[in-house]
């Protein structure tokens, strides 16, 4: 079993930043990758980046350039470090281990943009 714990949300204006976090811990081994997803009120799940074993990234069009994902392999860390947050990035933000037998997703962390 793998538990993931996100950190890091919390409230900011237009322009702020935030850095979240994703510790994992329990049968890690079997992770091949790691996502940040979000979730507002009223829409679907969505991608928003993901880091793989061997460093490579994605991320989704809307924050390109705005945000950065990494990982401390050291501590089980994965971060979402968001810079110039815009009112349409507040969502809920969970990380998902990828590559496990079974699906793990954290309990997510509540982010909110205000304008």
């Known amino acids: 079993q793998v538990q993931l714990v996100e950190s890091g949300g919390g409230s900011v204006q237009a322009g702020g930043s935030l850095r979240l976090s994703c510790a994992a811990s329990?049968?890690?081994?079997?992770?091949?990758?790691v996502g940040w997803y979000r979730q507002a009120p009223g829409k679907e799940r969505e991608l928003v980046a993901s880091?793989?074993?061997?460093?490579?990234?994605y991320y989704t069009d809307s924050v390109k350039g705005r945000f950065t994902i990494s990982r401390d392999n050291a501590k089980n860390t994965v971060y979402l470090q968001m810079n110039s947050l815009k009112p349409e990035d507040t969502a809920v933000y969970l990380c998902?281990?990828?590559?496990?037998?079974?699906?793990?997703w954290g309990q997510g962390t509540q982010v909110t943009v205000s304008s």
């Open positions: 880091i793989v074993s061997s460093g490579g990234t």
């Open positions: 329990g049968e890690t081994i079997c992770i091949s990758a």
């Open positions: 998902h281990a990828m590559g496990c037998p079974a699906k793990y």
